[in-house]
């Protein structure tokens, strides 16, 4: 099976855009989460999405959204970047994220960069 | 509060000297415990899971009810082992939450 797969891999974008990421998960995983990982932060949960519908939530601004389609792939949008938006995000596949003994598998990341 | 507390961001050893890798949690219950890891230049992936008490790459990790303590383990470092570390309880109502990480670094 293909893996998760994130594009596009890197981005530099200026302050006060938008930015939107795109994840395939696995194959019949139905669960997607997002992650933005930093040195200082670590890995902090944005949001999952189960059936097209945003299912968990973590505590980030509204600037923050996502969706996910019929085919379980799912987008996250950034507006009105910020400088400390500058990140890797990444993105988890998992069959139905709700067992909690369910593995979830990670994309490579979007790496990016505000100036 | 449902947490988990990795204390340690950066734990450096000697090649061959035996490393632990600490993880601490307060959820309600009796969680799976996972630890994935993140080589450089690779993606996140699991490493290892409580509920499968299987040693991968030399590494075990294991439960202490008592301290809600699910330390990973390995008795003799190698440098392929420098990695990022996170350790990841989940519950019903904690999913997708990992503890803030400890990067490992092996030295030579």
């Known amino acids: 099976k293909a893996g998760v797969t994130q594009t596009p891999r890197y981005l530099i974008k200026t302050r006060g855009q938008q930015v939107t990421l795109s994840c395939s998960p696995i194959s019949g995983h139905r669960s997607v989460s997002w992650y933005q990982q930093t040195p200082g932060q670590g890995l902090q949960f944005l949001f999952e999405y189960f059936s097209e519908t945003q299912r968990n939530k973590g505590n980030f601004p509204g600037r923050f959204s996502g969706r996910q389609f019929s085919n379980s792939r799912s987008e996250m949008n950034v507006s009105t970047l910020e400088l400390g938006d500058s990140a890797l995000y990444l993105c988890?596949?998992?069959?139905?994220?709700?067992?909690?003994?369910?593995?979830?598998?990670f994309g490579p990341g979007t790496r990016l960069t505000v100036l | 509060a449902q947490r988990v507390t990795q204390p340690e961001k950066l734990l450096s050893v000697f090649k061959g000297a035996p490393v632990e890798l600490k993880c601490n949690y307060s959820?309600?219950?009796?969680?799976?415990l996972f630890w994935y890891v993140q080589y450089s230049r690779q993606r996140l992936q699991l490493l290892l899971r409580h509920i499968s008490r299987e040693s991968i790459k030399g590494f075990t990790a294991d439960l202490n009810k008592g301290e809600t303590s699910f330390h990973l383990k390995k008795p003799f470092a190698q440098e392929e082992d420098s990695a990022m570390y996170y350790c990841?309880?989940?519950?019903?109502?904690?999913?997708?939450?990992f503890g803030s990480g400890t990067k490992l670094n092996v030295k030579p």
């Open positions: 988890a596949s998992s069959l139905t994220g709700l067992e909690t003994r369910d593995t979830q598998y």
């Open positions: 959820y309600s219950g009796s969680p799976e």
């Open positions: 990841a309880p989940r519950n019903n109502f904690n999913k997708f939450y």
